[in-house]
């Protein structure tokens, strides 16, 4: 019997999905280039962004199932690939807690435009107003918006010990690249420069006893994500969107993304959901209505709140007061602060993986 062809190894391991997931290994990106078939023997190296032991038992089982059946296939052998940083190590076995940080939550989008950064910084604004010790950490390094939507073109300072101290707004402890630059100094930096940066806000910014650390993630899947889940664990993912159908494809990276690096996405927020009249009150789907319920329902995560567009959000970024701060009983605030309860009580419970299909 002939045996199988690389090409046909790998169409073949679309069919393992990975491990509380939806989408197979290879739409994930998971399965090496160097498949290697000889007299019957297959050879798979995998990156299965995960470096605990139960995932990557399930996924050597799964691949060993599903060659097994394939026709010509006599003995397949899985190798775990560790992702490399620096040396040949692991750079998800090196995350180590924050001192003093329960929580770490980034808020991230795949696309730009959609109202990430508001939703960021008035969920920790309402964290803040429930009680919790919050910081919010803009590491959105090319286009930093924290300086304005909180009103402050300070400087930290720092302790004796070398420690930056974070700036505090609004019951919040602020950290942002923002402080550091002119409103004329443009940003052309590469991304071993991002990671530095990301990892120094981080690591040397004496964020204190902090019950939640809100992390507001640049758009798309590059740098400043992958070494936020490479240096912390993360307790969780939320991702905001805007309800139209098209959408669905930059979620689907998101979640992929968050995935790889075993992280929780704890749901999705849909911004924008609809323009509400000021005069009249009326709410008109100006992008559309029910895509971030389809989003979350094709993701197997929960749909934690519809975020409607009105005048007032926009108008306390630019003035440098969230809205949760600066009207704490407008009807948007009262969604920011449920959704805030909503994020809380995700954090507490035991982690359960979205679905990428």
Not at 43 to 51: A, E, N, T, W
Not at 86 to 97: F, L, S, T, V, Y
Not at 312 to 336: C, K, N, Q, S, W
Request: hydrophobic share 45%.
């Amino acid at each position: 019997m002939p045996e199988p062809t690389p090409e046909e190894v790998r169409e073949a391991l679309r069919a393992v999905l990975f491990p509380g997931f939806r989408r197979d290994i290879v739409a994930l990106g998971m399965v090496g280039d160097d498949l290697q078939v000889a007299e019957g023997v297959v050879r798979v190296h995998l990156r299965p962004g995960s470096d605990k032991p139960e995932v990557v038992d399930e996924l050597r089982r799964r691949v060993g199932n599903v060659l097994g059946r394939v026709p010509g296939v006599t003995r397949v052998e899985v190798h775990m690939a560790r992702a490399e940083a620096g040396r040949g190590r692991d750079p998800m076995a090196e995350r180590a807690a924050l001192a003093g940080v329960r929580h770490v939550l980034a808020v991230a989008s795949t696309k730009g435009g959609v109202g990430k950064s508001t939703v960021a910084a008035n969920l920790a604004v309402a964290l803040a107003a429930r009680g919790h010790r919050v910081g919010l950490l803009d590491a959105d390094v090319y286009g930093p918006s924290v300086p304005i939507m909180f009103g402050t073109d300070a400087r930290p300072t720092a302790t004796a010990a070398k420690r930056i101290v974070p700036l505090e707004r609004h019951g919040l402890r602020l950290m942002s690249m923002g402080f550091f630059l002119d409103e004329q100094s443009p940003v052309i930096w590469r991304g071993p420069i991002v990671m530095g940066i990301v990892r120094q806000f981080l690591r040397d910014v004496d964020w204190g006893e902090t019950d939640f650390l809100v992390v507001d993630l640049p758009p798309g899947t590059g740098d400043a994500p992958l070494t936020l889940a490479q240096q912390v664990p993360l307790t969780g993912a939320i991702i905001v969107t805007t309800p139209q159908d098209v959408a669905l494809l930059d979620v689907g990276r998101g979640v992929a993304m968050f995935a790889q690096v075993s992280t929780p996405v704890l749901g999705v927020v849909e911004n924008m959901a609809g323009y509400v009249c000021p005069s009249c009150g009326t709410e008109d789907p100006v992008f559309g209505e029910g895509g971030g319920a389809r989003l979350a329902e094709h993701f197997g995560v929960p749909l934690l709140a519809r975020i409607p567009l009105v005048p007032a959000v926009r108008e306390g970024g630019d003035r440098g007061t969230p809205l949760v701060a600066a009207a704490p009983d407008h009807p948007v605030a009262r969604i920011f602060r449920d959704l805030a309860e909503r994020v809380a009580e995700a954090a507490e419970r035991p982690a359960v993986p979205a679905t990428t299909g």
